[in-house]
């Protein structure tokens, strides 16, 4: 069974720092790129940040280049987000996604998200 499991979001001030984790099973997660995306009220989903299957590249949304990191541990089968100088613009719920794309397929799978409130 697939399963991505996101933690460590919750709440903090502006200028605090949270990371985020997604735990993978159900699949080889080293085979797969790794995304997060965050969805705020009333707004579409975006896309926060990409990491390769072997970790070499990232690409970070221009809103989030310089605070936010994504970085992976293929042995944990775990994605992170460390996300430093909060704003509250950052507020959201943020979901993993796992893509695997071998042409003509391309599979995709969801976490069911994880809080995160930047409030004072």
């Known amino acids: 069974q697939v399963q991505l499991v996101e933690s460590g979001g919750g709440l903090v001030q502006p200028g605090g720092s949270l990371r985020l984790s997604c735990a993978a099973s159900?699949?080889?997660?080293?085979?797969?790129?790794m995304y997060w995306y965050r969805q705020a009220p009333g707004k579409e989903r975006e896309l926060v940040a990409s990491?390769?299957?072997?970790?070499?590249?990232?690409k970070y949304a221009d809103s989030v280049k310089g605070r936010f990191t994504i970085s992976r541990d293929n042995p944990k089968k775990t994605v992170y987000l460390q996300m430093n100088s909060l704003k509250p613009e950052d507020t959201a719920v943020y979901y993993c996604?796992?893509?695997?794309?071998?042409?003509?397929?391309?599979?995709?799978?969801w976490g069911q998200g994880t809080q995160v409130t930047v409030s004072s």
């Open positions: 996604k796992a893509v695997h794309s071998v042409l003509p397929v391309t599979l995709n799978y």
């Open positions: 159900g699949f080889t997660f080293s085979s797969y790129a």
């Open positions: 990491i390769t299957s072997t970790g070499y590249t990232t």
